[in-house]
């Protein structure tokens, strides 16, 4: 059975940090790139960070380039987002998802970004 749950969101200040974790099991964790998406209150899904299976390839969006550091441990199945200088428009439900076509989704982890 697929599963990918994420943890470590909550409220941060502006210009706080954040880490994000998603925890895999049921799939061959380490031969799939794996996605962070965002979804703001009332907009659609926002794609985030992406990370090769090797973990030797990420790419960003352009809103996170910069202060977002995505990463993962293969030996413990777990994918990471180290998020830095916040804002509020970072507020959002952040979920994990595998694959180049998001074939599984996690439950999502709520960060706000506010004072």
């Known amino acids: 059975q697929v599963q990918l749950v994420e943890s470590g969101g909550g409220l941060v200040q502006p210009g706080g940090s954040q880490r994000l974790s998603c925890a895999a099991s049921g799939f061959t964790f380490s031969s799939y790139w794996m996605n962070w998406v965002r979804q703001a209150p009332g907009k659609g899904l926002e794609w985030v960070s992406v990370?090769?299976?090797?973990?030797?390839?990420?790419i960003y969006a352009d809103s996170v380039k910069g202060r977002f550091t995505i990463s993962r441990d293969n030996a413990k199945n777990t994918l990471y987002l180290q998020m830095n200088s916040l804002k509020p428009e970072d507020t959002a439900v952040y979920y994990c998802?595998?694959?180049?076509?998001?074939?599984?989704w996690g439950q999502g982890t709520q960060v706000t970004v506010s004072s």
């Open positions: 998802a595998a694959g180049n076509l998001y074939d599984y």
């Open positions: 990370i090769s299976g090797g973990g030797g390839t990420t």
